[in-house]
């Protein structure tokens, strides 16, 4: 048995799987989720305890992760009338490991910080089957003794864990992260358009990039559902195009353009507009075939 006590707010695609790492390991868990049921459900599954609400949570973790949609949830989650805030005791540590604006996570930390409570913001990349098997790539923000104590959770969940900068450099780098492999799959769409309308085998083709320069994470993540209209959820299209907008965001604040992110937010934008908001962003195939015609 570890002797942390962590608190797991959000059990989605990627939490659930995380926080059973987590159970796994040993450390004393509590949870609690949005969805009705769902945090019983999984405790009874995973041996944890369940809060009835935030303020609960907090009180009873010396660490609290949140892994849920955007900045406002984590706001509402850790500093609303029944938030993580309310229980916690001084000395608490929040871990952030959604992926939400940088200045949200700044200004969260700020305010947590005047209330006694250290805060990584430390978001992910890496699909489900990476958060399943403990092998996510984590990149941290913060103060360096905050990463150091939280080092050995973090662990649990990644393979390589990174200590990126201050509070908020850790959503900063996982923008950019996602806005080059949002970029990548646009290109690669693109590509398998192109292939088929030239009536090229699939199979030798895929066989051929693998091996060769063209090779990369997205085409051995999404080639195959693209070209089969898979479009099973392991990073849906609606997250995706969240955290392109935000990339883009950053990019306009600072004066800089990205135009392949760009290009990538508009295939985003149509897929979801399609419908394949829900679905994984392999989805975008779909946009991409519409515009070669």
Request: with cysteine; proline share 3%.
């Amino acid at each position: 048995m570890q002797d942390q006590r962590i608190g797991f707010i959000g059990l989605g695609i990627m939490g659930s799987r995380m926080a059973a790492n987590l159970a796994r390991a040993g450390y004393r868990l509590t949870v609690w989720t949005h969805t009705p049921g769902k945090a019983e459900q999984w405790a009874r599954e995973h041996g944890a305890s369940i809060a009835a609400d935030c303020a609960q949570l907090g009180e009873l973790s010396d660490i609290v992760i949140t892994m849920v949609v955007d900045g406002s949830q984590v706001r509402e989650l850790l500093l609303g009338p029944n938030g993580v805030a309310q229980g916690a005791a001084e000395g608490t540590m929040c871990i952030d490991m959604s992926t939400i604006a940088p200045a949200d996570a700044v200004e969260i930390g700020g305010e947590l910080k005047g209330r006694g409570i250290a805060m990584l913001d430390a978001p992910v990349t890496g699909s489900s089957p990476r958060a399943e098997d403990g092998t996510l790539t984590i990149m941290a923000g913060g103060e360096r003794e905050s990463f150091e104590r939280a080092l050995g959770v973090l662990g649990v969940m990644g393979e390589v864990i990174v200590h990126v900068g201050p509070l908020g450099s850790g959503q900063k780098v996982k923008l950019v992260n996602n806005a080059i492999a949002a970029a990548n799959a646009t290109a690669l769409a693109e590509a398998l358009v192109l292939a088929r309308a030239e009536g090229l085998d699939s199979e030798a083709l895929l066989e051929v990039l693998s091996s060769g320069s063209g090779a990369s994470t997205m085409l051995s993540l999404k080639a195959r559902p693209m070209l089969e209209r898979d479009f099973t959820t392991l990073f849906k299209t609606d997250h995706m195009l969240k955290d392109v907008r935000l990339c883009l965001d950053e990019a306009s604040r600072t004066g800089v353009r990205f135009p392949a992110a760009e290009h990538a937010l508009e295939l985003l934008e149509q897929a979801a507009g399609e419908g394949h908001g829900d679905e994984d962003f392999a989805s975008i195939v779909d946009p991409a075939q519409s515009r070669a015609r």
